[in-house]
């Protein structure tokens, strides 16, 4: 059997977009950084450095489903290229 190696789009800026649509949804639903980082457990800190450095802070999965429980949001809508 013989294998290649197929070509993907993948998106480089993936956590640029997660970032920007973090806090897009967090100040559509009307809470501060600190709400939202005491509700999903990280400091606050941690969340204003994810959300004004573009993501370079990275991000776990878990923490993104928190986010997207907390602002009652579709997990998807934190990818969408706006």
């Known amino acids: 059997m013989t294998t290649f190696r197929r070509e993907f789009d993948f998106m480089e800026n993936l956590n640029i977009v997660?970032?920007?649509n973090v806090?897009?949804?967090r100040k559509l639903v009307?809470?501060?950084?600190?709400q939202l980082a005491i509700d999903i457990?990280?400091?606050v800190?941690?969340?204003r450095r994810f959300e004004t450095q573009e993501g370079k802070?990275?991000?776990?999965?878990k923490?993104?489903?928190r986010i997207s429980?907390?602002?009652d949001t579709p997990i998807n809508k934190f990818l969408e290229i706006n």
């Open 18 to 20: 997660i970032s920007k």
């Open 23 to 25: 806090r897009k949804y």
């Open 30 to 34: 009307g809470i501060t950084q600190e």
């Open 41 to 43: 457990g990280v400091s």
């Open 45 to 47: 800190d941690y969340l």
């Open 57 to 61: 802070e990275g991000m776990s999965i």
């Open 63 to 65: 923490t993104l489903y």
């Open 69 to 71: 429980v907390v602002l």
